[in-house]
């Protein structure tokens, strides 16, 4: 039995099945998670979730903000940007399945691999969240996405504030920031707020921003964690963290990742992705 994180697919399901075919998927033996953002900007969205549901447990998943931007169109709460592929989701015949199992998926996960703990989220976690943190905040988040608070959740998602979290944050409020720390997160201020402006490489990281990862005292520094949406780390691999997300709806490529025996054996595999938008 083997482990793998794939990073964003973005509705490119013909580069998810390359890239499962090249590991030799079986999902009677394999663990296979996405790291979110299964749709949008490609051209295969409702097959690529067509492909999860197949799988039968095989393939997991975690939401990013792209999956919640579905969840948002299809209650008519968000429009269309002019990259948006969602029609084909949404138009499809089987969509009112294909979106049930989404609001069924969760914003973080953990896997167990001997002793060590893999904790996997979209976009990052916050400075002050250690692994058990993470996973009840994310919990909070799943536990409306599944109830008939659906829609007003929906309707408050979007927007920036607040920027900087604090555990006494109650209602929607409370909710967002949750929300955009697990699937939006990129750059911080020096005090930890959230910056939704930068999506810049680290190298041109704009000034007194700082990456996520990189605060000073997080408390899950010690966790490994693997994450996707930041095309513009490409495949970051560092003792404690991974950043898979390397660009396939841009015509980068899809990448995976194979642990060995401990999370620090790692081996990254890939394949070549047509591309689908173009940056910018």
């Known amino acids: 039995m083997s482990l793998y994180c794939i990073g964003d697919i973005q509705g490119c399901d013909s580069a998810l099945g390359r890239l499962l075919a090249k590991i030799d998927f079986s999902p009677s033996r394999d663990n296979v ?31 990013g903000n792209h999956d919640l931007h579905l969840l948002a169109a299809a209650q008519g709460r968000r429009k269309f940007s002019r990259r948006d592929t969602l029609l084909e989701v949404l138009q499809a015949p089987d969509a ?10 969760p914003l973080a996960r953990t896997h167990t691999l001997g002793a060590e703990q893999l904790l996997m989220v979209h976009a990052g976690v916050h400075q002050s969240w250690d692994l058990d943190a993470t996973l009840r905040y994310a919990a909070e988040v799943q536990e409306v996405l599944r109830s008939n608070e659906l829609d007003t959740f929906l309707q408050a998602m979007y927007g920036n504030t607040p920027a900087q979290w604090d555990p ?46 990189d605060l000073p005292n997080r408390a899950a520094a010690n966790t490994t964690i693997a994450f996707g949406h930041w095309s513009t780390l490409g495949d970051l691999n560092r003792p404690h963290l991974l950043a898979l997300d390397t660009g396939c709806v841009w015509g980068g490529c899809l990448t995976a990742v194979r642990f060995g025996s401990t999370l620090a054996e790692r081996e990254l595999i890939d394949v070549d992705c047509e591309q689908a938008q173009q940056p910018g």
């Open 96 to 105: 009112a399945q294909l979106l049930a199992w989404v609001r069924q998926q």
């Open 168 to 213: 006494q944050l109650t209602g929607m409020d409370r909710l967002r920031m949750i929300t955009n720390v697990l699937t939006r997160m990129r750059f911080c201020q020096a005090d930890g707020s959230l910056d939704f402006d930068s999506t810049e490489s680290l190298a041109d990281a704009p000034e007194g921003l700082t990456a996520w990862f």
């Open 33 to 63: 998670y996405l790291l979110g953002d299964l749709v949008n900007r490609g051209p295969e969205s409702a097959q690529t979730l067509r492909r999860c549901m197949a799988a039968d447990g095989g393939i997991q998943v975690i939401l």
